[in-house]
C-alpha cells in the first residue's frame, strides 16, 4: 500500500546521459572532446603569431640582407672611386708641384727678361750715342777729305805756275768752289784773298791758304 503511493523516483539527468554500468563491466572513461577545443583555440593565434613573427624577422633579415649587399655594392664602388680619386689627387699634386716650379721659372725669366730689357734699353742709348760718334765721325772725315782735296787741287795750280803766280780765273772759281766744300768760311777768304790780292807776296798768300787748311783740319780731328 505504502509502495503504490510512494511518488515515482525521477531520473536525474546525469542517469539518461552517463548510465551506470553494470555490475562486472569496466567503466568508460570520460570524453575529452570538450579540453581539446579550448586548448586549440589557444595554439591557433599563438603558432598565428609565432609563425607571423618569423614572417616579418625572415623579411626584415632579407630586406636587410638585400641593403646590407646594396650597401656593400656601394662601398666597393665608392672604394673604387675613391681610389681612382686618389690617384687623381696624387696627379694634381704632382701637377702642381710642376706648376710652383713652372711658375717659379717663370718669374726667374721675367726677371731675366726685366734685365735683358735693361740692357737692351742701354744698349740702344749706347748704340744711339755711337751712331751720333759715327755721324760725327763720317761728318768730320768727310770734311778733311773735302780739304785733302782742295789742297791736292792748290798743290797742282802751284806745281802747274811754278809757284803761286799767273792763277787764271777758271783755277780760282775751281779753288773757291772746293774751298766751300768744306764748309770752312775762312778758307774761302783766303783763297779769294791769295787769287784777288796779286799784290801780296806769292809765299805769303799760299802760306794763308796753308794755315787756314790746317786749322780747319785739326777743328775736325
Known sequence: ????????ETESPESETTPYPKTGEEKPEPKKEKKKMPQL???LPVCFL?????AVAVYLYLDKRSDYN????DNSSLQTELDKYSNYTETIEGYET????????NDKLEEDKKELTDKNADLKEDKKDLNAEVDTYEQKQAKISAYNVFLKY???VVNTHGGFINLTDAEYQLARQKAQATGDNDLVSAVDTAWNNTELDQVLRFMNILDAVVSGINKNI
Open 154 to 156: 792748290v798743290v797742282d
Open 1 to 8: 500500500m505504502s509502495e503504490q503511493n510512494a511518488p515515482p
Open 98 to 105: 710642376e706648376i710652383t716650379t713652372l711658375e717659379e721659372e
Open 41 to 43: 583555440l589557444f595554439c
Open 50 to 54: 609565432l609563425f607571423a613573427v618569423s
Open 70 to 73: 646594396k650597401l656593400s655594392s
